[in-house]
């Protein structure tokens, strides 16, 4: 019979197809002249889901969706001595929880054994370029592209000249060459294979070519009386380049800024018992102050009480009053940049009573009230330890942007972020808002020159990170 030639089919197809010649013990070919064969004889079409047909509970590897999220390598282990090391390699790997799939040349097999590979990757191993369990769809082709980053460890002289003169007669160098991923090449030879004229020139090519590289490092040699450089890179460091590949460190445009923050409501005692607050949750505060932590700013927060993890690595104070509040305020002083997210109570009881208020026949007790120290315009307005850049939050419920203008005017700050907390917006206590950014460019223009900006409803984690991008600007500008 002639053979197949099977073009033009979906996904679903695609995958029953596979689950069934898996389960079957068949290629995916000789399951389809299966199919058409038991059609023709009278038997019924196959009707079961096209993505279940009672196959393994588990798809080739080379198929497998990364459901976890986690990061993903295809490592090609390459046929030298040093190929023992990538056993050692598998397991770093997957220590910094990224997925490995093997692939191991003609020549790597003479060092380990894909068994070995396949127990501790805990993945199918591939090795051969024509193997119909995987390639009747281009298999090498998913193995370049369903990953993150491509390791070769050891890369020999042989597969670096393939790779630096595009060849692809095997599983590994089809894939290096079909590859769209970053490749991260761990040499490992003999010194005079190393320092040989034809080599140097290979490297050369495949650094022009944006490959990345980690040794070789210098020392003894696999054989006797040898020694230079040549010798494959330690498991540890290659799984370290690799980590730096795949998650590069963010940027940190705050590093070296001190950044002061409040957050949440403050408690104003009526006495023991009774206190007047109001319905800041905290979320907006505690998220700028992580994200200015993640910017690379020494970032000290200063919270009423709220019922939220304290943010890593930043330094938080927690009070209860607006008095204890500005307190500690002043004390972090000097910052670079004050953010006073907090939600201050603007009375307090004038005489709070040192025992509990108990009702009487005359009615209720008299509250006198009388109003909290202003922390935002009293750190505004200070001559000595004044941060350069003091942004305020104005939370109105009526005449949103007229009040915000007319309170960056009133306090001396220069930026302030309004949003409307009416009780059917659900900013207090919720987890998204709706934000205006008011700008000023000096202490003295006036309130028609503030500039506006309007931001989409957002998680406050991500109005946060806005706001950290928009002030990492400025302080650049600025300096």
């Known amino acids: 019979m002639a053979s197949l ?5 979906d996904d679903a197809i695609k995958s029953y197809l596979r689950l069934r010649s898996a389960k079957n013990g068949r290629s995916v070919e000789e399951e389809v002249r299966v199919i058409l064969r038991d059609y023709c004889e009278g038997s019924p079409a196959p009707t ?10 588990e798809r080739p590897a080379v198929e497998r969706a990364n459901t976890a999220g986690q990061a993903s390598v295809t490592l090609i282990i390459g046929g030298g001595i040093a190929a023992f090391k ?3 390699l598998i397991r770093r790997l997957k220590e910094r929880h990224i997925d490995v799939r093997c692939v191991l040349t003609k020549a790597a097999q003479q060092f380990v054994t894909p068994l070995s590979a396949s127990a501790l990757s805990h993945e199918r191993v591939y090795t051969d370029l024509f193997d119909p ?14 990953c993150d980053l491509i390791v070769v460890a050891p890369a020999t002289a042989d597969l670096m000249a393939k790779m630096a003169q595009g060849h692809a007669d095997d599983l590994a160098s089809a894939i290096l060459l079909a590859a769209d991923r970053p490749i991260l090449l761990a040499p490992a030879m003999n010194p005079l294979m190393w320092n040989n004229a034809a080599t140097r020139r290979n490297v050369l090519q495949l650094r022009r070519d944006g490959i990345h590289m980690i040794g070789p490092s210098a020392g003894e040699m696999a054989e006797s009386n040898e020694a230079g450089i040549g010798r494959m890179s330690e498991a540890i460091e290659i799984a370290a380049a690799a980590v730096g590949i795949l998650r590069p460190p963010r940027p940190r445009p705050l590093a070296g800024k001190r950044v002061l923050i409040t957050a949440g409501p403050t408690h104003e005692a009526i006495d023991p018992v009774r206190y007047i607050a109001n319905r800041s949750s905290g979320k907006q505060g505690f998220a700028i102050a992580a994200a ?3 910017a690379g700013a020494d970032v000290t927060l200063v919270s009423g009480p709220v019922e939220l993890r304290d943010p890593a690595g930043v330094n938080v104070i927690r009070v209860e009053s607006a ?3 500005l307190h500690r305020v002043e004390a972090a002083l000097p910052a670079d940049i004050a953010i006073f997210a907090a939600a201050v109570a603007d009375w307090r009881v004038a005489n709070e009573g040192e025992q509990k208020l108990k009702k009487t026949a005359a009615g209720m007790p008299p509250l006198q009230l009388v109003e909290n120290p202003d922390i935002l315009a009293t750190i ?18 009526e005449n949103l942007i007229d009040n915000a203008k007319a309170k960056i005017a009133r306090k001396g700050c220069d930026w302030i972020v309004a949003n409307d907390v009416s009780p059917a917006t659900g900013v207090m206590g919720g987890d998204r808002n709706t934000v205006h950014l008011l700008t000023r460019d000096g202490k003295d223009i006036s309130v028609d020159d503030i500039k506006v900006d309007s931001w989409p409803v957002m998680t406050k984690e991500q109005v946060a990170t806005e706001l950290v991008a928009k002030i990492a600007k400025t302080v650049e500008k600025n300096s």
């Open 5 to 9: 030639t099977i073009r033009k089919l």
């Open 48 to 57: 079961a889901s096209l993505t279940s047909p009672s196959a393994p509970t």
């Open 86 to 88: 990538s056993m050692e």
């Open 133 to 146: 369990g995987s390639e009747f769809d281009a298999g090498h082709i998913r193995l370049a592209r369903e």
């Open 292 to 294: 200015a932590q993640a």
């Open 323 to 325: 008095r204890d509040m």
């Open 380 to 397: 505004s307005k200070l001559k000595d330890k004044r941060p350069p850049l003091v942004i305020g939050f104005a939370a109105e419920t």
